[in-house]
Structures are given as C-alpha cells and as structure tokens.
C-alpha cells in the first residue's frame, strides 16, 4: 500500500495501516497544505483541537514532502506541548507516555517526514507493532493498493469506508469524539487500544 504520512495520524489512519503487510510511504509528492501531514486532532477541555506543525516555506512555492523542512521560529513546540498535557494530563496512561512524546519533540528533528515517522514507530512500540515499510523513490500512484489521498482533513470521515466509530472512555465532553489521533486512544486505553484498533481492523 502507499499512502502519505500523516503527524499523530487519526485512529483511520492507523486501522488502515495495521490492515496492511507492507507500506510505502509516499514522499516525493509535492507537499499539500491544510492535510494531515502536518496536523493533528485531539481533545480538550473545549473540545477538538487542531495541532499544526508549521514548515518553512520556499520561493517556488512547491516543495517535496521529503524536503519538507520545520519552522522552529514559531513557537509550535511549547504550544503542543502545551495542548497535549492539557488534554490528556489526567487520562490514565499520560504519565507513561508522557517521557516518550517529549523525547521526540526534544530532538528537534529538521525534516517533518522524519518527525512523523519518530510518532509512528514509538506508537508501534506501544502497540507491539514492527512497521514493514519504505519510503518512495520516484511519485507514481497506480489505481492499486494505493490510499494516496484517500485520507482528507476537509472530507468528512464518513464518507469513506476505513474508519467505523467504536467509542472508548475519554478526558473530556458527555458525548464521544470520533477518529482523533490515535494518541487520543492511546492516553486513554494504553496497550488495550490494540483491542480497539484490532476490532476496527476487521471490520
């Protein structure tokens, strides 16, 4: 399969990528704007939140994901940092990741691609999950076992047939968010969100 990569990919995301042997992750596109591939949804104390990781811009105007470098002029580190320990400070698992989430973003990684899959491989850590993947050499989707795209921020989850709701206890709100981050799951279900995660698999 090859799909984009995603920051602190949905819960979509990640059922779509446990459904699959091996992964390509598409790189050399040129980067698109207002995606996942560089933001995240999670919940707070008033409600979903968007966390975006900013990117240095070129004159051209076009970059390849691969290149893609991070702006660390803007604050994003200490605002998503923030967030995070806001949302999920009090869900039961917090205490446990917490160290591991800070130890990427301490590194400070240049590339976003990298950064992205820093968040992948520690989630497939928790999750007992050895990722079987590559990254692309040259931009050629073909129609088959490719998810390019498939995932868009303004298309509504609904509207495509990976990702069903299975709702799990959360931090905040009397009615369940779907489809956040799968950090969202993970703060609160720990290694037991592989019981949801495999549920959504074989749907």
Known sequence: MRIEIHYLPSIEYFTLLLSQEQVQFEVHEHFQKQTYRNRALILGA???????????????????MKDVRIDYDQNWLRIHQGA?????????????????IWSIFAKKLNFLVDLNIEYLE???????????YSLSESFEIEDKDVFWNHILAKQDWRERNVYQELAYPQCFGNTFQPNLSVLDLLMNQGRDANLILNQLNKK
């Open 46 to 64: 008033n409600g979903v939140e968007t966390l975006t990781v900013p990117i240095q811009h070129v004159h051209s105007g076009k970059m390849l």
């Open 122 to 132: 520690l989630f497939g850590r928790i999750l007992g999950k050895k990722w079987n």
């Open 84 to 100: 995070i320990q806001a949302a999920y400070g009090k869900a039961p698992y917090f205490e446990y990741f917490e160290p591991y």
